[in-house]
């Protein structure tokens, strides 16, 4: 990667476009490669910039070791990768919340070695243990609410937002576990080599922020 140029790892996907139109509203005068096109790097010259479209679930592995100066990164993920990154402002986008559901018939306390599916079996094991609750998780990588219906899991960790995968999959929501939103995030290292490109990306995208909702 080159140096002169801020490194900025974005998540594919559903975060994309909001974090995009909020770019453009800081200021950042982004190509239409940004809204049609399968290239995985594109160069933002005239803005210093060059960005990375990575996996969400990756994008603070390439921050933190620095082959991305800065990056946006759900909170899901921030919890779940455990990385080495700075977490210096709430983006607001793609807000969302970490549940637990299960089936109307769960009851708890039915079973020994109650089962957990998850796309996040740190976040989940982490809860559960502060809740003093001994679970087997079982990891799976996408339709989480189809384990449940299937007898794989009794209860599912995952993301709600409108409620209506839930609500069509038959499935109702037992805890509410923490809010989700997007985060701008920073490697330590270029937070001192490129401060004054940090800090002003920083400031653009705050006022954005705060204007959005206020
Ligand atoms: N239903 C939702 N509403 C709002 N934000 C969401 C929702 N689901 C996930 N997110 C946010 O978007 C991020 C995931 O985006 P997306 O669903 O596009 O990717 P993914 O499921 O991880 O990837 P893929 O489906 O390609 O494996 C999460 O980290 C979370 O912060
Ligand atoms: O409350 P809702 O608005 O219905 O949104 C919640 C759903 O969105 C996400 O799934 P996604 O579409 O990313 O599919 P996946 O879990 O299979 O990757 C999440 O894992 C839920 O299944």
Redesign the pocket.
Known sequence: MSSELLTVAMPKG?IFEEAVELLREAGYDLPPEFDDSRKLIIEVPQSGMQFILAKPMDVPTYVEHGVADVGVAGKDVMIEEERDVYEVLDLKISS?YMAVAALPTYSPGRDVAPKVAS?YPKLTSDYFREQGEQVEIIKLN????LAPIVGLADRIV?????????RENGLVEIETMMPITSRFIVNPVSYRTKAAQIDDMVDRLSVVVNKENA
């Open positions: 559903r969302c796309k996408g339709s989480i609410e995952d993301i709600v937002s409108t409620g209506q995968t839930l």
